[in-house]
Each structure stands twice: as C-alpha cells, then as structure tokens.
C-alpha cells in the first residue's frame, strides 16, 4: 500500500513541475526560474517512477494484470 501511495504522489509531483514549466513558458521572461529545470525534474520523476516499478514487479510487491488468455 505503501508504494502505490508513493507512486501516486510522485505522480502529482511530475504533473504539479510540468505546470510549472507551462505557466513560466507561457509567460515568456527569462526570470530567475528557469523553464528546464522543471522539465527535469519532471524526466527524473519519470524514471524512479519507472525503477520503482520495475523493482517492485521483480521483488513481488505488486503483480502485474494477468494475460487475457
């Protein structure tokens, strides 16, 4: 339970830097923020989301849906 509720907040942390990236873009100055480091930040989420998951399928903490057949 644990880890879908991490995974889940990981989740609205990549969505909350990608709107963060959007309003500083649509803005258009070259403030003190700069738009790349929350597209970063978002791809760094992404992939421990990824690691996460993967190392939870190999470990048995969470089974994968079952083929349709």
């Not at 989740?11 to 990608?18: E, H, R």
């Not at 100055?29 to 992404?46: A, P, Q, Y």
Request: proline share 6%; net charge positive.
């Amino acid at each position: 339970m644990f880890l879908k509720i991490l995974i889940i907040c990981l989740l609205i942390f990549m969505v909350f830097n990608l709107f963060r990236a959007m309003k500083i873009m649509l803005k258009g100055d070259n403030g003190s923020e700069s738009m790349t480091k929350f597209i970063g930040r978002r791809v760094l989420t992404s992939f421990i989301i990824i690691l996460l998951l993967i190392i939870a399928v190999a470990m048995g903490w969470i089974t994968p849906n079952p083929p349709p057949y």
